[in-house]
């Protein structure tokens, strides 16, 4: 939220400077997010008069300006402006000066072969509106050689983050209770302008939808005349990083950004009978200001007159009652609006704006009536008119919470000794009412401080105005010595597999938790149950993951979409279930996805390259390895999902039903539904399915102890059936003598002639290690028919 120091003295009578406000936001937890002060921005650019005005020699639509500054001769410049005369005050930026629209530093250059020495500037180009037909024109009165920057009385702007639970910050009066409260000066009181009412408002004002609008109120103004806002109206809008619109338009901006009170006025000639917040009924449409079309249902709350709807309930108003040029009657509207209502509402239909941000958090239902009546006095003030008298349908909430409060809790919450004569002030300052002859004090909590709950929340209160810097810091208490590791098994192979991953050449991805519900259930295993979220922070984020490939196949769509040849990504994260008795559950698990290019096109290939389900199964072996599970020993088998293509991935196993990980290329439906362009391929590796090593550290190595003996290797050949996997046939081999067969490998698989139709020759290199003593023929005639004994029992026989 941004603000200028001028607006913020409106309502608080200071002393104090920039810095020192800035310093007191911070202290008391509205943080500063930014500072700038127009001052340096402007530097540069002073009020000038134009002597003389005369064609370019070159140059048509260019003239030669001698201009005077105020300082010194006279300078020459050359300027395009078709408003540019002799004897106009202006703005000149001299050399040196930066162009706040486009950062160019002005300098002295020919223009046409005609020495100029700055530019002229015209209202976009100082970044004051968007007016750039002529340069700026300035009154008679305006002084030469003063900085444009003191003349226009530039104001330093403030950015500051307010907290969800703030909502009465969210307008610059709240701002300024804070900082009174804190002792940087004196709360004015809000100045009302006058007006009298005329007469019973002419239109009927009612609600029909309590729960959602508990309170509506309006009235209507006649005889106005709508028109640009006066100066000071814009700079403070313009400060808040608002563009003015029209004077109607840019007081309900003002109401809001001043007071946090969002409010709306309706072109009164545009509406049709009663004027009626009601419950939308499903399928209604409304065109809204932002000239979207919306479709309502019958969950949400809007303002409706006889021919529909106007206005999407303390979210956005409507194109057709919008207020133009051409209004003269309005319509006001100020209603407290169900904050539960309006952000289901804001996430149904994806919108955001500056009234939901106010609504959903929580206005002050005490400020309606005079929300009202000072929208009405500012609007007959500036624009004229007769205003009705006001109608109040319904009624907002007035019940003010009371909390019991020991100012001893302070110390003891907080950590800072305060008197309590102090926090009783402190309390009072921010409208809270104080019985202190009770024990515990009892405190009537203002109705718009939505956020205070209990006694600590009090204590906040206090801590926060007292000064959250003066809070001292504390060291933990610890024992002597060194201190005990404290990471987890869980969080040490984290840490290993995301020092691997991204040393072998993948890119750390964090993607959201949440999904729209239809990418989740692609992803979902048969009978899962989804867990979706009952407030989620919009319809598109409503469905926690249930695995972690659908956000890196939609990080590498953006990626693919900005025209990255290649994405080769990973993330360490959770999965999310919903349990048959309504419990959830996570699981942690690292996703891969390797999309596009693996390498480019050269001379050999002739086309890029992609990757394959052989990429995807090395990525996952080798972060299984330092995850510490025993790759040696893991089953190659089939199902990994119906998302993946069933001819091109499997799933790696130590033992039938315990599945580590997944791997292999995507199904073209998936990247259809996606909407990405394959081939992709894709990994999961479930962490919380790789036992830890028993009797000792997950990752300890065995000391080295080379044998004292050599190895010896001998070769087999086997006919197998075709169908057959050669990984089945190497952990058959491997298993035959697990004393002394140390190592096996296939070294060659072929299928043609010499070899029966149906089948194909697997050849294996097969390492045996002697122990105590070197192996006799006999000895290794035995391990060798072990060898074929066991290949036999999958069919295999050994070629002669």
């Known amino acids: 939220m941004k603000f200028s120091l001028t607006w913020l003295k409106d309502h608080l009578e200071t002393d104090a400077s920039a810095a020192e406000i800035s310093a007191a936001l911070n202290a008391i937890g509205i943080e500063v997010e930014g500072f700038e002060d127009p001052a340096d921005t402007l530097a540069g650019f002073r009020v000038a008069k134009v002597l003389t005005a005369d064609r370019h020699p070159d140059a048509d639509k260019l003239q030669v300006l001698t201009v005077d500054t105020g300082e010194g001769d006279p300078l020459q410049v050359v300027c395009g402006a078709p408003n540019a005369r002799a004897g106009m005050k202006g703005v000149l930026g001299l050399p040196g000066a930066v162009v706040p629209a486009n950062g160019m530093q002005l300098r002295k250059s020919a223009i046409r072969g005609v020495e100029s020495n700055g530019m002229m500037c015209s209202v976009r180009e100082l970044e004051l509106g968007d007016e750039h037909d002529g340069i700026i024109e300035l009154p008679e009165d305006a002084p030469v050689g003063t900085s444009f920057a003191e003349y226009r009385g530039a104001s330093p702007v403030f950015d500051v983050a307010i907290t969800p639970n703030r909502p009465d910050c969210m307008g610059v009066y709240g701002i300024a209770r804070d900082l009174a409260a804190a002792g940087l000066g004196t709360l004015k009181p809000i100045a009302f302008p006058k007006f009298e009412a005329q007469g019973a408002c002419p239109v009927e004002i009612r609600t029909d939808d309590p729960e959602g609008c508990p309170a509506f109120y309006g009235r209507v103004i006649r005889g106005l005349t709508n028109g640009a806002s006066p100066d000071w109206l814009q700079q403070r809008l313009l400060s808040a990083g608002q563009r003015p619109i029209s004077l109607l338009v840019d007081l309900t901006n003002y109401l809001m950004l001043a007071y946090g009170r969002p409010a709306h006025a309706y072109d009164l000639a ?19 200001l932002n000239e979207k079309t919306y479709t309502l249902d019958e969950t949400m709350t809007v303002i409706a007159d006889d021919s529909g709807v106007h206005d999407i309930a303390g979210i956005m108003g409507g194109e057709h009652s919008g207020c133009s040029d051409e209004t003269t009657d309005v319509l006001l509207e100020i209603a407290y609006f169900d904050p539960d209502r309006i952000g289901a509402t804001g996430r149904k239909l994806g919108l955001t704006s500056d009234a939901r941000t106010r609504f959903e958090r929580g206005v002050d239902p005490a400020f309606l009536q005079d929300g009202l009546d000072l929208l009405t006095g500012l609007i007959v003030e500036l624009a004229g008119g007769e205003a009705s008298e006001a109608v109040q349908a319904g009624s907002p909430p007035s019940e003010p919470k009371v909390v019991a409060f020991d100012p001893a809790l302070t110390a003891k919450i907080g950590g800072v000794e305060i008197d309590e004569d102090e926090q009783q002030r402190i309390l009072q300052s921010l409208d809270f009412t104080v019985d202190a002859g009770a024990k515990p004090w009892s405190v009537t909590v203002p109705l718009r401080r939505h956020d205070v709950e209990g006694a600590a929340d009090l204590v906040e209160e206090v801590v926060r105005i007292h000064g959250l810097d003066k809070v001292e810091s504390v060291p933990l208490s610890r024992v002597d010595g060194v201190a005990r590791p404290t990471a987890t098994r869980e969080q040490l192979v984290e840490r290993r597999l995301r020092r691997a991953a991204a040393a072998s050449g993948l890119d750390e991805a964090v993607t959201w938790s949440f999904l729209p519900t239809a990418d989740a259930e692609h992803f979902a295993e048969d009978g899962q149950k989804l867990w979706v979220l009952d407030n989620p922070i919009s319809e598109d984020m409503k469905a926690m993951r249930p695995s972690l490939v659908p956000g890196l196949l939609a990080a590498a ?34 996703g891969v996805v390797l999309a596009g290019e693996k390498a480019q096109r050269a001379w050999a290939t002739g086309k890029p390259v992609g990757f394959d389900a052989y990429d995807a199964k090395a990525v996952a072996e080798t972060l299984l390895a330092e995850a510490g599970a025993p790759v040696d020993k893991l089953m190659v088998m089939g199902d990994a999902g119906p998302q993946f293509h069933p001819g091109q991935s499997a799933t790696l196993r130590l033992g039938p039903k315990n599945v580590l990980a997944r791997f292999g290329a995507l199904h073209p439906a998936t990247l ?9 391929v894709a990994v999961e590796i479930f962490l919380d399915a790789i036992p830890a090593r028993k009797g000792g550290n997950q990752f300890a190595r065995p000391h080295y102890a080379p044998p004292a003996l050599q190895a010896i290797m001998r070769d087999f050949a086997f006919l197998v059936p075709a169908d057959l996997a050669a990984n089945d046939l190497l952990r058959a081999v491997s298993g035959a003598d697990k004393q002394h067969i140390v190592d096996a490998r296939v070294f060659d698989v072929f299928a043609g002639q010499g070899v029966p139709e149906g089948h194909k020759s697997v050849a294996i290199e097969v390492t045996l290690q002697p122990g105590q003593k070197s192996f006799k023929d006999a000895e290794i005639k035995a391990i060798s028919d072990k060898i074929v004994a066991s290949a036999t029992k999958l069919g295999a026989t050994l070629r002669g």
Request: proline share 3%; glycine share 12%.
């Open 672 to 680: 259809k539904a996606f909407d990405i362009d394959g081939p992709v």
């Open 557 to 590: 769509k953006r990626n693919a979409d900005r025209g990255a040849a290649g994405s080769r990504l990973f993330e360490i994260g959770r999965r999310y279930f919903r349990n048959a008795d309504g419990s959830s559950d996570e699981k942690p698990t690292l």
């Open 270 to 288: 545009k509406l049709t009978g009663a004027v009626v917040a009601r419950r939308a009924k499903d399928g209604e449409q409304v065109l809204a």
